[in-house]
């Protein structure tokens, strides 16, 4: 399977799609928001600002999440310039990039940026604010940008995915991701193949970036033990082992995948930008959301609300694997488990971290 073909949200306008079933990565994002205000903050501080300030949003999907962390950078960046000038004085013009894989639904993208032109100028009068926005498709963890040429760089719930599947993961046959107990092999495996990007990527972000640039990265991760499963995994496991036994899916298919997700320690963290040397690490900050963390408005159980959320970011490599035509069926019976999962215990928490990096 070629990963990059496969890698993306659940576009378009169905009742699956990642744009409303998104609402736990918006709820990360409100959680890390006072690390970003602080980037922004010392960014302006340290190295004042040029008259086009240029933003990269890597992993930015197709929904309303990344042109509200947009907006936001930009309405913080004007309230500092206007405490620190005691003017309204700030950058002329911003450039804003939007980064994704080929594959990511831009379109509806395209369909949400006359609202957002309209709610960026509707600011009291004000004078108004050139925003210039680009989408960039390509991978991450390859060049993206001119050598030196970023003012701040935002990517949230994107580095939870690896660039490729890993190596070494014929051990894990009837999991698709790290479980308790598992292998040695299958933790190496996947711990090899993150230190490897993670490297990758910030190495690239150094020479895209200005000498004191921010970036603030925000992903699932801070896990307490190796072995530490995220049970929705486990769970979408167990939902493909009934169904090779009923003879649905194949299991050679099976044991023949892993997702491509890895959710980093604190440790490892710290250590591969410290290994890597490009950058220092001002901020590094763990956090929990609920299961079911929604828009306040939904009437579903937990269940259908962490299935929906599921499916809107697996299914386009799910299906790649195991073939459309069953997709309604997995996901149908991967919300009867974890209803009975809800019934029997506590769901625990996602763990998240955000970090904020500085380029030396």
């Known amino acids: 399977m ?63 999440n990344s042109l509200f962390v947009i907006s936001h950078i930009i309405e913080q960046i004007e309230e500092i310039c206007k405490e ?131 970036m603030v990265l925000t992903f699932v991760g801070g896990r307490l033990a190796d072995d530490e499963e995220y049970v929705q995994f486990t769970i979408l496991a167990n939902t493909l082992v009934d169904m090779v036994a009923e003879g649905v899916i194949k299991e050679a298919d099976l044991h023949s995948f892993n997702l491509p997700i890895y959710t980093p320690s604190k440790e490892e963290v710290e250590g591969i930008v410290r290994s890597e040397g490009s950058f220092n690490l001002e901020k590094l900050e763990r956090f929990l959301i609920p299961w079911d963390a929604n828009d306040g408005n939904s009437n579903a159980t937990t269940a259908e609300i962490v299935a929906n959320f599921t499916r809107a970011f697996t299914e386009p490599i799910m299906a790649a694997q195991f073939g459309s035509s069953i997709m309604d069926e997995m996901y149908e019976r991967f919300g009867h488990k974890l209803g009975e999962l809800q019934s029997s215990t506590d769901a625990p928490p996602f763990s998240n971290m955000v970090i904020s990096l500085c380029k030396k």
């Not at 169905?14 to 994002?29: A, E, L, M």
Request: aromatic share 12%; proline share 4%; net charge negative.
């Open 84 to 214: 620190k000038n005691g003017s309204s004085h700030s950058p002329n013009e911003y450039q804003v990039f939007l980064n994704d894989l080929h594959g990511n639904d831009f379109n509806t993208l395209f369909n949400l940026l006359p609202n957002f032109y309209d709610t960026l100028n509707n600011d009291n009068n004000q004078s108004k604010k050139l925003c210039f926005i680009s989408v960039l498709p390509g991978s991450f963890y390859g060049r993206l940008f001119p050598s030196n040429s970023l003012d701040f760089v935002h990517s949230s719930y994107s580095l939870t995915w690896l660039s490729q599947f890993p190596e070494g993961l014929e051990s894990n046959k009837e999991n698709i991701h790290i479980t308790k107990g598992c292998p040695s092999e299958v933790l190496e495996a996947y711990k090899k193949q993150h230190h490897r990007d993670f490297s990758t990527f910030l190495s690239l972000r150094a020479e895209e970036m200005v000498t004191g640039a921010r």
């Open 2 to 64: 070629a990963l990059y073909d496969t890698l993306h949200m659940n576009g378009g306008d169905g009742g699956t799609r990642y744009t409303t079933n998104s609402f736990p990565q918006k709820t990360g994002i409100s959680k890390s928001k006072h690390v970003l205000d602080e980037a922004i903050k010392d960014t302006i501080t340290d190295n004042g600002f040029r008259k086009c300030f240029k933003i990269a949003d890597l992993g930015c999907s197709s929904g309303t």
